[in-house]
């Protein structure tokens, strides 16, 4: 990092943290007793805090990474400034660790940023910090900042062991990863991810070997015809089925099949993924959950994935295979048809984004879900367009495993897409400065609009006296 660069992103992350710092304290002054999932969250870290790790409430549903790391922290901080009475493990004091949680994801994303795009000599420093800035602000992650939420810090123990797995380090790697998953069970799959950059790499080496055996350059492309997917499956099975191979991949991510096997050890023992309340939280196979994902992923990123020359790329594509997408379309109307799930919380709960959502588009008429189908596809293909510099097996692994976090939940709810559309987003091309400006510009209005809501809109049930708050 030249100087130059240093003192700007020194000069951002500052910034950055004074103005959620002045945002935190409105919020607290105008909530500040605990709100929504903060009546689980709250009593259960103060328990630990006077000492009480047997006490646990049965309608939390993730594991205590969360709680044991707001004591190790509150706890010393207390000790050391004198701390005594409520204010220790206050519901401010509290929610403060996830404003810490945001300065170093917005480190993080920094870092990984710099790792991954390394080679591209024409990005600017100004434009790393710019796009490091963007995504700490991201909306559906910058919201839950500001409450005890498991999001933020979720967020940083995934980032944080997808950049040692970048680096090499992969038994810190696979340590951060258990840390994530401590935050939230789902985080296995982003160790399973760590694990396929390491398989996406050696294969994509074997793959370029094979290449310059066969002197066969159009398949180098490997990302357009149905033919050269073919032939990548193939040497794909054949790579995974050598003993030797398998050897040496398993000599390479030892630590992350540790994790986890031993994450397939809790849930044997655990009876499900899920711990405490499991009735509002069952698996079933939600496959239009990857269109909402697409779908969220446009909304937020439409400055990549919205431009008229991508457009004009698609309808091209749509002219040149006309079979494959009216089978896409089939397909998806199918899984539309037989795997819609609408969860009773969506329905019912009319503080979140997602019920609006749900009610104002999904609800207006019955054939409404089937005439998305022609936007998804383009949203499924502008998405996988912008990876395209990435190799074919490092897509495949990345498509793999948003299947796994998206597919299973049963529940609408757009926190369950923040970890994929980061990972998504730190590894596509730049854009222009003018199209990173309109990102972060449309990022500030999205929150002002959010935080507006939450903290000025405020309305009551008919058969409750609390104030009740719009969310994400």
């Not at 050391?80 to 917005?106: D, E, H, K, Y």
């Not at 398989?199 to 066969?216: G, M, P, R, S």
């Not at 996988?384 to 692994?397: H, Q, V």
Request: charged content about 15%; glycine content about 4%.
């Amino acid at each position: 990092m030249e100087r130059a660069e240093a003192y700007g992103f020194s000069g951002a992350m500052s910034g950055a943290f004074l103005l959620s710092c002045l945002l935190f304290a409105a919020v607290s002054r105008r909530q500040r007793g605990p709100y929504m999932d903060e009546v689980f969250h709250v009593p259960q870290a103060q328990a630990y805090c006077h000492g009480r790790f047997l006490q646990w409430d049965p309608m939390i549903t993730t594991l205590p990474g969360l709680y044991l790391l707001s004591v190790g922290v509150v706890k010393p901080a207390a000790w050391l400034l004198g701390w005594t009475g409520s204010v220790v493990c206050s519901v401010g004091m509290l929610r403060f660790i996830n404003l810490l949680f945001s300065a170093g994801n917005f480190y993080l994303l920094y870092l990984l940023l710099f790792k991954i795009h390394q080679k591209n000599k024409a990005v600017s420093g100004f434009q790393r910090i710019l796009s490091a800035l963007t995504l700490a602000v991201f909306p559906t992650l910058y919201f839950f900042t500001f409450l005890y939420y498991t999001d933020p810090g979720s967020v940083f123990f995934t980032l944080f062991s997808y950049l040692m797995c970048i680096y090499g380090n992969h038994k810190t790697s696979a340590l951060l990863g258990f840390c994530g998953f401590m935050f939230r069970q789902t985080n296995i799959v982003w160790t399973v991810f760590c694990a396929g950059n390491v398989v996406a790499e050696k294969l994509n080496e074997a793959w370029k070997i094979e290449l310059q055996k066969k002197k066969d350059e159009k398949i180098s492309s490997g990302k357009g015809s149905f033919s050269d997917l073919t032939r990548i499956l193939q040497f794909l099975v054949e790579y995974l089925l050598s003993p030797k191979k398998l050897i040496t991949l398993a000599a390479l991510t030892w630590p992350y099949i540790i994790l986890v096997s031993l994450f397939f050890v809790f849930v044997f023992i655990n009876g499900g993924i899920v711990v405490g309340d499991r009735s509002s939280h069952e698996a079933c196979l939600h496959f239009p959950q990857l269109f909402y994902f697409l779908s969220f992923t446009v909304f937020f990123s439409f400055p990549h994935l919205l431009t008229p020359t991508k457009i004009r790329k698609f309808l091209l594509s749509l002219r040149k295979h006309p079979v494959q997408y009216s089978l896409v379309t089939v397909i998806s109307l199918f899984l539309i048809w037989k795997f819609t799930y609408v969860h009773k919380y969506l329905l019912a709960d009319n503080r979140h984004y997602t019920f609006y959502v749900w009610r104002k588009v999904f609800q207006r008429h019955e054939l409404v879900k089937y005439l998305l189908v022609p936007f998804y596809i383009f949203a499924g293909w502008s998405f996988a367009d912008t990876l395209k510099s990435k190799s074919i097996f490092w897509i495949l692994m990345y498509f793999v495993c948003l299947l796994a976090v998206t597919v299973p939940q049963k529940l609408l709810e757009f926190r369950y897409f923040i970890l994929p559309f980061l990972i998504y987003r730190l590894n596509i091309p730049f854009l222009s400065l003018y199209r990173q400006l309109l990102e972060l510009a449309f990022y500030i209005l999205v929150n002002a609009v959010t935080f507006y809501l939450f903290l000025n809109r405020t309305f009551q049930w008919e058969n409750s006296d609390e104030v009740q708050r719009f969310m994400w």
